[in-house]
């Protein structure tokens, strides 16, 4: 009969606990990253101008040190403009990067290979450099998000206050992945990845409606910011002891934050489901003053 693999390294694959949401896959929800492969041999590409810049008079040297460092910064810029390009994408409802870094990108692309193809015969060679340079970058790594997404039809001002918290509550759960990984436990870093996704499910939600903040500010910086001092002092706790009823009782607690996020997101989503339905049945109330009568098989209904 077959047996499951396990072992001492294994994560370990227990029941979750009652009212506890099953299990997702590691990839629920999540997409490949784009900056990566393409983007981070950006990197690598201008390495080879510094044999050649070493081999020149001083003023070589600095101009090839000048196009070295054009071409390292424009590889960066790619790289975060790609990150940001994947955040502006996995929300509903976004506004677009504040600095267009891709774009940015490409100008430095092609400035780095003006300079490196500068070598005093003329400006037309490295003017071509500079020129498929960056339009071949752009091609490959588009432009950036130019237009914000969503944002029509709601108050910019609740909007923003939603990012602010958000974006709070990011760093809380930036802090907790940082700290569980101090604790050398691949099983509680998978944990805390699956409680983060449902706190993330709520960040959506609150997103697509803003007014809902108020009912989860105090989950979003109480709750959050709790669970964060909570898991730094477990790390340095269980990266010392390996205590398995301290473990236990992290692992509890996970369960118990999860539950609660999950209800509050549910109670939300009820709630804008309450709002559907009101406003349904006024639209039909509004249609019956006028005298506009609905057939049963094509009025709107409220279920």
Same mark, same amino acid.
């Given at each position: 009969m077959?047996q499951r693999?396990?072992?001492?390294?294994s994560?370990?694959?227990?029941p979750?606990?009652s009212?506890t949401?099953?299990?997702?896959h590691?990839?629920?929800?999540k997409?490949p990253? @784009?900056?990566?492969?393409r983007?981070?041999m950006?990197?690598f590409v201008?390495?080879v101008?510094?044999?050649?810049?070493?081999?020149s008079?001083p003023?070589?040297?600095a101009?090839?040190?000048?196009?070295f460092?054009a071409?390292?910064?424009?590889?960066?810029l790619?790289r975060?403009g790609l990150?940001?390009?994947d955040?502006?994408?996995?929300?509903k409802?976004a506004?677009r990067?504040a600095?267009? @870094?891709?774009i940015?990108?490409s100008a430095?692309?092609g400035t780095?290979?003006?300079?490196a193809?500068?070598d005093?015969?003329?400006?037309?060679?490295?003017?071509v450099?500079?020129?498929?340079g960056?339009g071949l970058?752009?091609?490959a790594?588009?432009?950036?998000p130019l237009?914000?997404?969503?944002i029509?039809?709601i108050?910019?001002?609740q909007q923003?206050r939603?990012?602010r918290?958000?974006?709070?509550?990011?760093?809380?759960?930036g802090?907790?992945?940082?700290?569980?990984r101090r604790?050398?436990?691949?099983?509680?870093?998978?944990r805390?990845?699956r409680?983060?996704?449902t706190?993330r499910?709520?960040?959506?939600t609150i997103?697509?409606d803003p007014r809902d903040?108020?009912?989860?500010?105090?989950y979003?910086?109480?709750?959050?910011?709790?669970?964060?001092?909570?898991?730094?002092?477990?790390?340095?706790?269980y990266?010392?002891?390996?205590d398995n009823a301290?473990r236990?009782d992290f692992e509890?607690l996970?369960?118990?934050?999860?539950?609660?996020?999950?209800a509050r997101t549910?109670?939300m989503l009820?709630?804008?489901?309450s709002?559907?339905d009101?406003?349904?049945?006024?639209?039909r109330?509004r249609?019956?003053r006028?005298?506009?009568?609905?057939r049963p098989?094509t009025?709107?209904?409220g279920?």
């Amino acid at each position: 009969m077959a047996q499951r693999f396990g072992g001492k390294y294994s994560p370990a694959q227990q029941p979750p606990a009652s009212g506890t949401p099953p299990p997702r896959h590691p990839f629920h929800g999540k997409t490949p990253s @784009r900056a990566g492969g393409r983007a981070n041999m950006m990197f690598f590409v201008p390495l080879v101008l510094l044999p050649r810049a070493f081999g020149s008079d001083p003023n070589g040297l600095a101009l090839t040190l000048v196009a070295f460092g054009a071409l390292i910064l424009a590889a960066w810029l790619t790289r975060e403009g790609l990150k940001a390009e994947d955040a502006w994408s996995t929300r509903k409802i976004a506004r677009r990067p504040a600095i267009p @870094r891709k774009i940015f990108g490409s100008a430095l692309t092609g400035t780095g290979l003006f300079l490196a193809g500068l070598d005093g015969t003329g400006l037309i060679t490295p003017l071509v450099y500079a020129i498929l340079g960056a339009g071949l970058h752009s091609l490959a790594f588009g432009l950036d998000p130019l237009s914000d997404k969503g944002i029509e039809g709601i108050d910019t001002f609740q909007q923003d206050r939603v990012a602010r918290v958000i974006d709070e509550a990011e760093k809380h759960l930036g802090a907790m992945t940082d700290a569980i990984r101090r604790a050398g436990d691949r099983g509680l870093e998978a944990r805390m990845a699956r409680f983060q996704d449902t706190v993330r499910e709520m960040f959506r939600t609150i997103e697509e409606d803003p007014r809902d903040l108020a009912a989860a500010r105090k989950y979003l910086v109480v709750y959050l910011l709790g669970a964060r001092d909570a898991t730094r002092k477990f790390s340095e706790f269980y990266g010392r002891t390996r205590d398995n009823a301290a473990r236990k009782d992290f692992e509890t607690l996970l369960d118990d934050l999860e539950t609660n996020f999950s209800a509050r997101t549910r109670a939300m989503l009820l709630d804008d489901r309450s709002d559907l339905d009101v406003e349904i049945e006024v639209l039909r109330e509004r249609l019956q003053r006028e005298g506009v009568r609905l057939r049963p098989e094509t009025a709107i209904k409220g279920e």
